[in-house]
């Protein structure tokens, strides 16, 4: 299944190769977990809430509902699933 690919204005972007425009923060933090693309229903948070601060240590994989409520509360409790279920990329099983 395709996902749709928000570009959001908020964050700083780059073109990829193939001429598409991508989040840098996506791609770091994919680069960071291994993965080829973020999972479905997971995102990438900037820890310090600096949009632009797209350094690795800065970025962390969250469940989509983790972040709503991060951000609301600013607190962190993760309860939901974690993606380790999911296939990662250069991965032996
Ligand atoms: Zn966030």
Known sequence: MRRKRRI???YQKYKT??????HIHARVGEKKYGY???PKN???HHIDENKDNNQRFNLILLHKKDHKRLH???TL???SVQP???????QNA
């Open 36 to 38: 080829d693309k973020i």
């Open 42 to 44: 997971f995102v990438i």
């Open 77 to 79: 409790k993760i309860e």
């Open 84 to 90: 380790s279920k999911l296939k990662k990329k250069n």
């Open 17 to 22: 190769k193939e001429g598409e425009e991508k």
């Open 72 to 74: 609301k509360r600013k």
């Open 8 to 10: 959001n204005p908020k």
